[in-house]
């Protein structure tokens, strides 16, 4: 199986480099400079990303989450750099910084798609040799 994710709410061809400034996605997927109407690119996407992984991987969906999660989620973004996942979320650890670096407030310290194929590619080979 092949999972694969998309947006179709939100989906638009992208050609060439394009800044937005539109508040267009559920706020707790929303990087901080989409929030306040900034200029954004494809690093908001990246900022996504790492909430999509962190919610995939924690084991629940962000709607069922705990209050405690969902103000920890809605908060990252903000000035304060996460340490510490929130009640104990046990997750791949090769996704940890990609998570983390994914969720700066800073566009420019977004990792990049490849760090993320990376991270990933590692969780499948962790899973696989579970397996075995």
């Keep these: 199986m092949t999972p694969k994710i998309a947006d179709f709410g939100v989906s638009k061809l992208i050609e060439g480099v394009m800044l937005h400034t539109g508040y267009v996605g559920q706020n707790l997927y929303m990087a901080p400079e989409v929030k306040s109407c900034r200029e954004y690119g494809f690093t908001a996407d990246i900022f996504s990303l790492a909430v999509l992984l962190f919610e995939v991987f924690s084991g629940q969906p962000l709607s069922q989450a705990s209050d405690e999660v969902k103000r920890f989620v809605g908060g990252v973004g903000g000035r304060k750099m996460i340490d510490e996942f929130p009640n104990g979320r046990q997750l791949p650890a ?38 075995n």
């Design 94 to 131: 090769c996704l940890h910084g990609v998570i983390k670096r994914g969720w700066a407030q800073n566009h420019t310290r977004r990792p990049e798609l490849s760090e993320y194929r990376t991270a990933l590619t590692s969780v499948l080979q962790e899973i696989n040799n579970d397996k």
